[in-house]
Structure formats: C-alpha cells, structure tokens
C-alpha cells in the first residue's frame, strides 16, 4: 500500500518547494480589521498590505453597505494612496449612516484605483484577497 502511494506522488509531478511557491503572484491583502460606532457613522479600519516587489502608487476602492435585511444603507469611496513594496500601512473610514451594528457586509464594488509600479493595473482584481475580523463581512 505505502509503495502505491509514493508511486502515485510521484507520478503527480514535484510538489510545491520554496522556489515554485515564490513563483506564485503576489498579493495585495485588505483586511477589515475593526468596525466601531463613531457618532452617527462607522468607523471601518483596514489592514492593507502590500505583499507585492513593487510599490503601489494608488489604490481605491467604491464600497457598499448593506443592512441586516441585505438592503443598501450606504455608500463611500476610499482610497488607501500609496503603498510601500512589502509594506503594511493602516486605514480608517467613517462610512455609513447610523452605528456599525446596523451593517452586515460591505462589498468592495469597483476598484476605483490600482496603480501598481506608475502604471495602471487593468487587472487588479486578480491580485487581491480580502477578509475580515471584524463582525462585520467584506466580500468581492
């Protein structure tokens, strides 16, 4: 049985080592970290990182709110400037009308703005992995 197995392994082809992993596209990773009531808005706070060999000039986002029952409540576009390559850099946005506890998710609807290495990035979709800690969803 153990022979069957390695013979089978081997014949997959080579698994993954550190070189074929750094062949892997890099990443933008955006985080919603925190959500909290501030006066009559949310404050979201992001984690971005730029995980990328080369900076990003300007990146921003079009999000939408949703309440509890899935509607609208809100709208705001952010935009997170200018990331460092390999660098990790904080935002906050007050969005929304009313506190946090009335949003359920909040969609990155359109990427308003990807410049990675001084040129517009048509694809810039495709580099990014979202994700959240907070109570709140942050969906594509």
Excluded: H, W
Aim: aromatic content about 4%; charged content about 20%; overall charge negative.
């Amino acid at each position: 049985m153990k022979r069957l197995l390695l013979a089978s392994l081997l014949a997959a082809g080579p698994l993954a080592t550190p070189q074929t992993l750094a062949q892997t596209p890099e990443l933008i990773a955006v985080q919603l970290n925190t959500s909290e009531s501030a006066g009559d808005a949310c404050r979201l706070t992001f984690v971005i990182q730029n995980r990328r060999a080369e900076p990003i000039s300007k990146l921003g986002f079009d999000l939408v709110m949703f309440d509890k029952s899935d509607g609208v409540s809100g709208y705001a576009a952010v935009d997170f400037g200018a990331l460092p390559a390999g660098k990790t850099v904080v935002r906050q946005y007050d969005v929304g009308k009313g506190g946090c506890d009335t949003i359920s998710r909040v969609l990155l609807n359109e990427i308003r703005a990807c410049e990675i290495g001084g040129s517009q990035d048509a694809d810039c979709l495709s580099k990014l992995e979202v994700s959240s800690r907070s109570e709140i969803d942050f969906i594509i």
